[in-house]
Nanobody
Framework: QVQLVESGGGLVQAGGSLRLSCAAS????????MGWFRQAPGKEREFVST???????YYGDSVKGRFTVSRDNDKKMVYLQMNSLKPEDTAVYYC????????????????WGQGTPVTVSS
C-alpha cells in the first residue's frame, strides 16, 4: 500500500512558478507509476502528467512546455515543477500512484493524496 502527501501549493501571480512535491510511503514505491491530476471548482478531474516506474513521461496538452515532472525513487518523492503559470491552472492538484497501468486515465490509479491547492492570480 502507498500513502501520498502533496505539498507546495499556494498563491502565485500569473507568469510565476511553483514546485509541487509528493511524498510517498511504502517499500515498493519505485515500482509504481505516478501521476499528477488537478481539479478546478465545478470541473472534472484533469490529467496533468505521469511518470512511469521506468521514467517514461507524458503531459496533458494544456501544460506541455510549462510543467516538468520528475521522481526520486531513493527519497520516494515525485515533483511537479510548474512554470509560466496561468489563471486557468488554478485547481487542487493531486498526486496518484498506480501499480496496474500507466497513462492519463484517473481510474487506473489506486492511491491518491489529499491534494494541494494552487491559485494563480491575474
Amino acid at each position: 500500500q502507498v500513502q501520498l502527501v502533496e505539498s507546495g501549493g499556494g498563491l502565485v501571480q500569473a507568469g510565476g512558478s511553483l514546485r509541487l512535491s509528493c511524498a510517498a510511503s511504502g517499500r515498493t514505491f519505485r515500482s509504481y507509476n505516478m501521476g499528477w491530476f488537478r481539479q478546478a471548482p465545478g470541473k472534472e478531474r484533469e490529467f496533468v502528467s505521469t511518470i512511469s516506474w521506468g521514467g517514461v513521461i507524458y503531459y496533458g496538452d494544456s501544460v506541455k512546455g510549462r510543467f516538468t515532472v520528475s521522481r526520486d525513487n531513493d527519497k520516494k518523492m515525485v515533483y511537479l515543477q510548474m512554470n509560466s503559470l496561468k489563471p486557468e491552472d488554478t485547481a487542487v492538484y493531486y498526486c496518484a500512484a498506480s501499480s496496474r497501468s500507466f497513462g492519463s486515465d484517473h481510474s487506473a490509479y489506486d492511491y491518491w493524496g489529499q491534494g494541494t491547492p494552487v491559485t494563480v492570480s491575474s
